[in-house]
């Protein structure tokens, strides 16, 4: 049974950095993929950033492209989200998730962490 747990959230200004942590438990399917997305108040959970377990391809959302950075360790037993040039509205709750097939659509993720709150001031 694979689990998640996220953290690595605070408080930070904007143009800082913030790197968030994965831990995961339990075996990823090569066929499988492992996400980023993130919840504000009032809106729907939106994507962020994925990475395929077999191949490593990784994707990004347009929002946080060329600032936000996904990784894993070779072991594939962590997942990074680094976040460079913090802007207010990357504030949200943000997830790490398990998906068996797409690398986007929060439906198709069936395995979330707790969240982590991440706070960029002005």
């Known amino acids: 049974q694979v689990q998640l747990a996220e953290s690595g959230g605070g408080l930070v200004q904007a143009g800082e950095s913030l790197k968030l942590s994965c831990a995961v438990s339990?075996?990823?399917?090569?066929?499988?993929?492992t996400g980023w997305f993130r919840q504000a108040p009032g809106k729907e959970r939106e994507f962020v950033a994925s990475?395929?377990?077999?191949?490593?391809?990784?994707y990004y959302a347009d929002s946080v492209k060329g600032r936000f950075t996904i990784s894993r360790t070779s072991a594939k037993t962590m997942l990074y989200l680094q976040m460079n040039d913090l802007k207010p509205e990357d504030t949200a709750v943000y997830y790490c998730?398990?998906?068996?097939?797409?690398?986007?659509?929060?439906?198709?993720?069936?395995?979330w962490g707790q969240g982590t709150q991440v706070t960029v001031s002005s």
């Open positions: 998730a398990r998906s068996r097939r797409g690398y986007r659509d929060p439906a198709e993720f069936d395995l």
């Open positions: 339990g075996r990823l399917l090569s066929s499988s993929t």
């Open positions: 990475i395929r377990t077999g191949s490593g391809n990784t």
